[in-house]
């Protein structure tokens, strides 16, 4: 989207802990870009939202993408403006919230 490289994806994970290395990783190797992950574990939605700097330079900001995702999901969140978490306690949302996640960061580079 404009330039930066958008993921928002549904991962399987074990241990929602691994959502924040995996997200570092594939933000690192996609260069400037968002990258959301979330994971349903335990009847809990988790998600995280890495910004590169360059996405955060032209106003993509990780705590407004995960809050926006979260809120769908029945939950809250937020952090840095390159690294947030977030969770919800509905796993049934969880692609409509990575849907939102994508949605307000396509808002956020327009």
Known sequence: VG???VVAEPVQVDDPKALLE??????????????????AVEGRVHLVANVAPAAVERGVRAG????????VAG???GGRDTM???????PQKLPDALTAARTAIERALD
Request: charged share 25%; with cysteine.
């Open 64 to 71: 407004e993408v995960v809050r926006a995702a979260a809120q």
């Open 22 to 39: 995996l997200s570092d990783r594939v933000r690192q190797t996609l260069g400037e870009s968002a990258v959301v992950l979330g994971c």
């Open 75 to 77: 939950g809250g969140g």
């Open 84 to 90: 947030a978490q977030a969770g919800g306690r509905d």
């Open 3 to 5: 330039g930066v490289r």
